[in-house]
T-cell receptor
Framework: DTAVSQTPKYLVTQMGNDKSIKCEQNLGHDTMYWYKQDSKKFLKIMFSYNNKELIINETVPNRFSPKSPDKAHLNLHINSLELGDSAVYFC????????????FGSGTRLTVV | KNEVEQSPQNLTAQEGEFITINCSYSVGISALHWLQQHPGGGIVSLFMLSSGKKKHGRLIATINIQEKHSSLHITASHPRDSAVYICAVSVSNDMRFGAGTRLTVKP
């Protein structure tokens, strides 16, 4: 029944590794997003996808890459992890680009050691 | 300066008190959202507003589009209301977030 599900919930990994966080939504929404919550609790948008097209790509390092195999999934791949990548990452979806009806996943706490 | 400003940053209240959290924004928006984040970290969407007022249980959210201001009210606050409350605005196909208000309700 979970509307937006993220896995894993916790991820601890060493510097230099490559990791992925998965996100799936069963709401039939057209747009999915990845946000990073920084140490000050600000939520910063990283990417959004609308019908498989990248429509926002903020100035994040190119070590981060979103992958959307279909409308219901938006996975986040991170290469060569750095200490500064430690944060909570949230996936979200909305019915359309206008941003109404946002639904968030429960977050993935990434710790890079 | 952040496009979405919330006040106060931290708020401590006694159980039963009426609570108000304010949000001001400086950009044109299509909607405003109030979100709740509990200590466990999950984010829940409480309200989405484009005008007027919405009520859900003990929570009330208002928005004044002309003044670019919104308030979230909690009546008869309870310790389980302790959380971070985040104001966010939809701008085109983007969403901008305030820094959040950390609310602690003491029994």
């Amino acid at each position: 029944d979970t509307a937006v599900s993220q896995t894993p919930k916790y991820l601890v990994t060493q510097m230099g590794n490559d990791k992925s966080i998965k996100c799936e939504q069963n709401l039939g929404h057209d747009t999915m997003y990845w946000y990073k919550q920084d140490s000050k609790k600000f939520l910063k948008i990283m990417f959004s996808y609308n019908n498989k097209e990248l429509i926002i790509n903020e100035t994040v390092p190119n070590r981060f890459s979103p992958k959307s195999p279909d409308k219901a999934h938006l996975n986040l791949h991170i290469n060569s992890l750095e200490l500064g990548d430690s944060a909570v990452y949230f996936c979200a979806s909305s019915p359309q680009e206008s941003g109404y009806g946002y639904t968030f996943g429960s977050g993935t706490r990434l710790t890079v050691v | 300066k952040n496009e979405v400003e919330q006040s106060p940053q931290n708020l401590t209240a006694q159980e039963g008190e009426f609570i108000t959290i304010n949000c001001s924004y400086s950009v044109g928006i299509s909607a405003l959202h109030w979100l709740q984040q509990h200590p466990g970290g999950g984010i829940v969407s409480l309200f989405m507003l484009s005008s007027g007022k919405k009520k859900h249980g003990r929570l009330i959210a208002t928005i004044n589009i002309q003044e670019k201001h919104s308030s979230l009210h909690i009546t008869a606050s309870h310790p389980r209301d302790s959380a971070v409350y985040i104001c966010a605005v939809s701008v085109s196909n983007d969403m901008r977030f305030g820094a959040g208000t950390r609310l602690t309700v003491k029994p």
